[in-house]
DNA sequence: TGAAATGTTGGGGCG
DNA sequence: ACGCCCCAACATTTC
């Protein structure tokens, strides 16, 4: 073994190039980079990726693997344990330095520390960096020195945190080493369905990798962002940037999101968009302070509350088929797309926890294994949101009314016209209650409830109420 | 980033 | 002219 010593540069949720980091730094240390990316389901244990993320990671490995062959590159692909997997690549490459960009997940932050700790004893350089947050969750501090848990103070310290954001360019070159280390295929992980293959949709819908994720952000902030305010409550509009599953992967960083956004003209779209892109650095605050936030209970008095267990409901969710339209069209959005409007993820949650009962976690379970952009601080901090157990949470008694929201935020009904076109026949002013339509515009409209759309599988009033009720059967309320 | 119930106000119909 | 009632519109409170 005489080939020089390199870096190893350890991909995870950064899959691109431009404001990298770790691998500016890789770069920098003058020897030749290997890049690896561990599939590491072992250490995730019940957060391992679900379907629909793991779909995305297929195509944006291929991504990365195509943009590093550019640089003179390629990406190794690695089974783990990670721990093992990257003590095997540091021996068979001779690695003097380990780089990395961090994550925040409490599982992985602890297995990294770690890794770090076993490879400092070993006298190899490990360094990790920041490529997914503006600031790092503990560089974020009330008065007291404590974490936040209301979002708007933690906004306007965060922003007030945030000197000039400078996003580093991507490296023209990266030094390759004589002998690249074997790697396995990308196809032999399965990461993509086959039989059945139910990706046609998200195949429709979405394009992986870092370029589409630039392009995304350019388009959005050329167009939709002006009325950003306005229309992204509209889920029939394409008002939203859509960016949440490269930002997931990390295929684009929120330094970049936020350094071109600041130099767009338009104020209070941006200003709006920024407040969101804000909130995912909240849930990060919130994940790395309370790492029982995908688990348990943030307000720990709902521990005790009385949630339902009814296997049906929960399917009917699921399956989009609970007689209220816009629940229906938001579950069957995605289902088909591995993507739901952030409007309609609120009510169908609210209608999963408030309406049906059922507990948080099984929407958290469901979303984790169906979004594209599943992300567990996002996704755990938001249901704990809806459920009104979380911080800075929606009251739990601020129950959502889906036949009005549909009304409000759906007014033409070209939403649920798109997803259940069963129901593409109804007038604009029943589209919502078809429950209450006559029995001729039923007819008109070529619908027979209870056969070609369901029937409501609760009375709106009287759930709410069973949920008040249970609400304050709680001690404390 | 709710909805429903309850309270208040003021215009207009009417005796 | 006046008081009474109704009720829509809006505000406030409550869940």
């Known amino acids: 073994m005489t080939d020089a010593p390199t870096t190893l540069l350890w991909f995870r949720l950064d899959l691109r190039l431009a404001d990298n980091p770790a691998l500016a730094a890789a770069v920098a240390a003058g020897r030749p980079v290997v890049a690896v990316f561990v599939l590491d389901d072992a250490d995730a244990g019940e957060w391992a990726a679900g379907g629909a993320s793991r779909w995305w990671l297929h195509h944006s490995l291929a991504s990365l693997d195509a943009s590093l062959r550019a640089c003179g590159g390629r990406l190794v692909l690695r089974r783990g344990p990670a721990a093992d997997a990257i003590d095997r690549l540091v021996a068979e490459t001779g690695a003097a330095a380990v780089y ?8 992985a932050s602890a297995r990294d520390a770690g890794i770090k700790a076993s490879l400092l004893r070993r006298g190899i350089e490990a360094r990790s960096f920041n490529a997914g947050l503006l600031r790092e969750p503990w560089d974020i501090r009330t008065g007291a020195g404590g974490p936040y848990k209301v979002f708007t103070p933690f906004w306007k310290a965060l922003r007030a945190s945030l000197g000039a954001v400078a996003p580093t360019p991507a490296p023209a070159r990266i030094p390759a080493p004589q002998r690249q280390p074997a790697s396995d295929a990308l196809g032999d992980w399965r990461l993509t369905p086959a039989r059945p293959d139910w990706a046609f ?86 994940l790395h302070h309370f790492p029982d936030l995908p688990a348990q209970p943030l307000r720990p008095g709902f521990a005790a509350f009385p949630w339902a267990d009814e296997p049906a409901g929960l399917q009917a969710w699921q399956q989009g088929r609970t007689g209220y339209p816009i629940v229906d069209a938001g579950m069957r959005e995605l289902w088909a797309t591995g993507w739901m409007h952030n409007r309609v993820r609120m009510i169908t949650a609210s209608f999963l926890v408030k309406d049906l009962m059922l507990p948080w976690r099984a929407g958290e379970d469901w979303f984790w294994d169906t979004l594209v952009d599943a992300d567990l601080a996002s996704n755990s901090a938001s249901w704990q949101w809806v459920a009104g157990c979380g911080a800075d949470a929606a009251p739990y008694f601020r129950v959502f009314n889906p036949s009005l929201q549909g009304a409000k935020f759906d007014p033409q009904g070209d939403y649920v016209r798109r997803w259940v076109p069963e129901l593409s026949g109804m007038a604009d002013g029943l589209i919502h209650t078809p429950w209450k339509a006559r029995r001729v515009d039923l007819a008109d409209a070529g619908v027979r409830l209870g056969i070609d759309y369901p029937a409501p599988i609760l009375d709106h009033a009287a759930a709410r109420d069973r949920a008040l009720a249970a609400f304050h059967a709680l001690p404390g309320n």
Do not use: K, M
Request: hydrophobic share 40%; charged share 25%; no cysteine.
């Open 100 to 107: 990395w960009n961090r994550r925040y997940e409490p599982w």
């Open 201 to 286: 949709g998200l195949r429709a819908a979405w394009v992986p990798g870092e370029a589409a994720a630039a392009r995304r952000l350019i388009a959005f902030l050329d167009g939709a962002v002006q009325h950003y305010a306005d229309r992204r409550n509209i889920p029939a509009d394409p008002g939203t940037s859509r960016l949440s599953p490269h930002l997931h992967f990390g295929e684009i960083g929120p330094r970049q999101v936020w350094h071109a956004a600041s130099a767009t003209e338009d104020g209070n779209g941006i200003e709006r968009f920024l407040s969101e892109i804000a909130w995912r650095e909240f849930s990060y605050h919130l």
